[in-house]
């Protein structure tokens, strides 16, 4: 029997190659790490492979003194190191023909006057037709303030009949209140239609790829449920420690830093439910059902239910590092965690009584993030599983970054007289398979919103539905539990072990 294909207009299948119409990126925080490292970079590749529209073009918002040519310079300046692709001079010097600085502070109306008056002119210029993508690159407690000028001056609009979209950097709020309130004030200014959250994991190939893998395939569906899955554990490990970024860590913690929108972006990308669709919202539909069936843990259960802990000083590839405490900007007796483990259960018919478990930390063994999928023993074992016999259950990993790609192990006879049995893997790799580089994730993303697709960006229901399972506990977590140690270079602590094996399973060694 054959797939049903495109009766359905949502099924149109994944984005065809396309090019955005003509416009202008604004970037606000553009003196920043991330506009120089990331987003620069990622919109000189877009360029360099074609994608970008005519008349494509950039201007900076920021209150150093600094004008279009001093900005260009200093863009350039980061390029051979960040652009994955190098940097020719012909082209960057094409690229940076557009490429324009907006001196002024966030909270002056004068300019976002200049910037209006700005964006008018290059529309005439350059052809750019009105349409803007306005990006917050800036500290947090900036957006409000940003978001509120930008509706002051008309700029939540476009003149013209272009389109004016807004992405938002992470984090997006530090708890469900505050995530609340930001939605409030972004939708007295802007529609959700024009709000781009964005989450960086969504525009990793192997990200999207789980949906691929998932909905594409026909084997893999029928078993990927409570009948023949044991349990899921989801791992984001770091080598790197706080990096100087003590300051911002210890306000955020491994939980808000990367369990409330990474680690969750993987949870509920591995446990919805096929979508109508592959559109924006169908996706994001299936995506906050999943999340709204993840059964909450009260603040009074985070004792049975997390794990938190902070790195002391040890050794991470052959080289000593110190603790956490000791790290600049970190408060001598801070609790922030720099490890969380967490098992949730999601309750509906595919997953109840599945444990998934995820754990993200710093100064790991090393830097590795995958889902594992652990399947459910043989019914019955016909072979002992003695000394020699080494039966392991079927684990599916899809193992997201470094050595992108997929891989099953299942237990295999060891070739000779006797019945040996040992566990083997399947291995699918990207750069074996296709053996071209992965684009940059901010390069999928960026495009996409200057192609009007939201379906890698989060939804306003989609961030509160995540931080309303975080928050508790946080909340919990300022009476309740002890926060354990563990030696940098190792995967965590004793008690994090102890965590997973109450439930009768293991982390994986990775
Ligand atoms: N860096 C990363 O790798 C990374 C990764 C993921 C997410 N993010 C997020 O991306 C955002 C930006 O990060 P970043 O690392 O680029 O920050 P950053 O290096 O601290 O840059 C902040 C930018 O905001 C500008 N700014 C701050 N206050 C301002 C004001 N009152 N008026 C005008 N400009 C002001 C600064 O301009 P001046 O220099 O002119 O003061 C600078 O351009 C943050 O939300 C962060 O959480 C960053």
């Given at each position: 029997m054959e797939a049903t294909t495109a009766t359905n207009p949502l099924r149109t299948g994944l984005r065809m190659q396309r090019t955005p119409e003509p416009c202008t990126v604004v970037i606000f925080g553009s003196t920043g790490d991330l506009t120089h490292r990331k987003l620069v970079p990622a919109l000189y590749n877009l360029q360099r492979e074609r994608l970008l529209p005519p008349g494509f073009s950039i201007v900076g918002f920021a209150r150093r003194d600094w004008d279009d040519a001093y900005f260009r310079e200093s863009l350039r300046k980061e390029m051979e190191q960040y652009s994955r692709s190098g940097v020719q001079d012909s082209?960057?010097?094409?690229?940076?023909?557009?490429?324009?600085?907006?001196?002024?502070?966030?909270?002056?109306?004068?300019?976002?006057?200049?910037?209006?008056?700005?964006?008018?002119?290059?529309?005439?210029?350059?052809?750019?037709?009105?349409?803007?993508?306005?990006?917050?690159?800036?500290?947090?407690?900036?957006?409000?303030?940003?978001?509120?000028?930008?509706?002051?001056?008309?700029?939540?609009?476009?003149?013209?009949?272009?389109?004016?979209?807004?992405?938002?950097?992470?984090?997006?709020?530090?708890?469900?209140?505050?995530?609340?309130?930001?939605?409030?004030?972004?939708?007295?200014?802007?529609?959700?239609?024009?709000?781009?959250?964005?989450?960086?994991?969504?525009?990793?190939?192997?990200?999207?790829?789980i949906m691929v893998f998932r909905f594409a395939n026909g084997i893999f569906e029928p078993i990927w449920n409570r009948r023949y899955v044991d349990h899921v554990q989801i791992t984001v490990a770091e080598n790197i420690g706080v990096e100087g970024r003590g300051n911002y860590y210890e306000r955020a913690g491994a939980m808000r830093d990367m369990v409330q929108n990474h680690l969750m972006q993987l949870l509920t990308l591995t446990a919805m439910e096929p979508p109508v669709g592959y559109d924006a919202d169908a996706v994001r539909d299936e995506k906050v059902k999943a999340l709204r069936a993840i059964r909450p843990i009260a603040p009074a259960e985070v004792d049975r239910y997390t794990v938190r802990s902070q790195y002391a000083?040890?050794?991470?590839?052959?080289?000593?590092?110190?603790?956490?405490?000791?790290?600049?900007?970190?408060?001598?007796?801070?609790?922030?965690?720099?490890?969380?483990?967490?098992?949730?259960?999601?309750?509906?018919?595919?997953?109840?009584?599945?444990?998934?478990?995820?754990?993200?930390?710093?100064?790991?063994?090393?830097?590795?993030?995958?889902?594992?999928?652990?399947?459910?023993?043989?019914p019955l074992m016909l072979f002992d599983s003695g000394p020699q016999n080494n039966i392991e259950p079927n684990v599916l990993t899809i193992k997201v970054q470094p050595d992108e790609g997929i891989s099953l192990k299942f237990g295999s006879k060891v070739p000779g007289q006797v019945s040996q049995i040992r566990p083997v893997t399947m291995d699918f790799r990207y750069n074996a398979s296709f053996g071209v580089e992965s684009p940059e994730a901010y390069e999928r993303l960026q495009l996409d919103a200057m192609l009007g697709d939201s379906t890698l960006f989060t939804r306003s229901d989609e961030v509160e539905a995540s931080w309303s399972l975080i928050t508790p506990i946080h909340q919990g977590w300022e009476t309740a539990q002890a926060l354990s140690t563990y030696e940098a270079g190792t995967w965590g602590s004793q008690a994090a072990d102890e965590f997973i094996e109450r439930t009768g399973r293991k982390w994986r060694r990775l």
């Open positions: 082209l960057w010097e094409s690229f940076a023909e557009g490429i324009f600085f907006n001196r002024s502070s966030f909270d002056d109306p004068a300019g976002y006057q200049e910037l209006a008056r700005r964006l008018n002119e290059i529309d005439e210029q350059r052809g750019t037709g009105g349409n803007r993508l306005l990006y917050l690159s800036t500290p947090p407690g900036a957006y409000v303030d940003i978001i509120q000028q930008l509706g002051a001056a008309g700029l939540n609009r476009s003149p013209n009949g272009g389109w004016t979209r807004i992405i938002i950097e992470k984090p997006f709020g530090r708890d469900l209140a505050s995530a609340q309130a930001l939605n409030a004030e972004i939708h007295k200014v802007f529609d959700e239609s024009q709000v781009y959250r964005i989450d960086h994991y969504l525009g990793k190939e192997t990200v999207q790829n000083g040890g050794t991470v590839n052959g080289q000593a590092v110190p603790g956490y405490l000791e790290e600049a900007g970190v408060a001598v007796d801070s609790r922030t965690e720099s490890y969380v483990a967490i098992q949730f259960f999601i309750e509906n018919w595919r997953w109840a009584g599945v444990p998934f478990f995820l754990r993200t930390a710093k100064r790991m063994p090393k830097r590795v993030s995958e889902i594992a999928i652990q399947f459910r023993s043989a």
